[in-house]
């Protein structure tokens, strides 16, 4: 079973950065896409950015366009989110995903927290 496991979270003044990472522990050239979501407590998951795994496309909400990159490094099965400009709002709870199948994101990282101080 592959696994996602997150790095790269932590606490960070208001127009700062942060580079989340996400390794897998096996392949990920037959995936269809990853992702990164976020989530606060007792909220709905919210997605922040996705690349397609062939092809390197990638998709971002109005939220984030603009200060967030997503990237991936197909070598080392692992995909960043870098981000940049970061606002108090972004604060929450960052979670790696994949689309192993391209249907639904399907597999999960634990999660890696990110707070900004205003």
């Known amino acids: 079973q592959v696994q996602l496991v997150e790095s790269g979270g932590g606490l960070v003044q208001a127009g700062g950065s942060l580079r989340l990472s996400c390794a897998a522990s096996?392949?990920?050239?037959?995936?269809?896409?990853m992702g990164w979501f976020r989530q606060l407590p007792g909220k709905e998951r919210d997605f922040v950015a996705r690349?397609?795994?062939?092809?390197?496309?990638?998709y971002y909400p109005d939220s984030v366009k603009g200060r967030f990159t997503i990237s991936r490094d197909s070598a080392k099965n692992t995909v960043y989110l870098q981000m940049d400009s970061l606002k108090p709002e972004d604060t929450a709870l960052y979670y790696c995903?994949?689309?192993?199948?391209?249907?639904?994101?399907?597999?999960w990282g634990q999660g890696t927290q990110v707070t900004v101080s205003s």
């Open positions: 096996g392949r990920t050239d037959s995936y269809y896409a």
């Open positions: 690349i397609m795994w062939s092809g390197g496309r990638t």
């Open positions: 995903a994949a689309n192993t199948r391209g249907i639904v994101f399907d597999l």
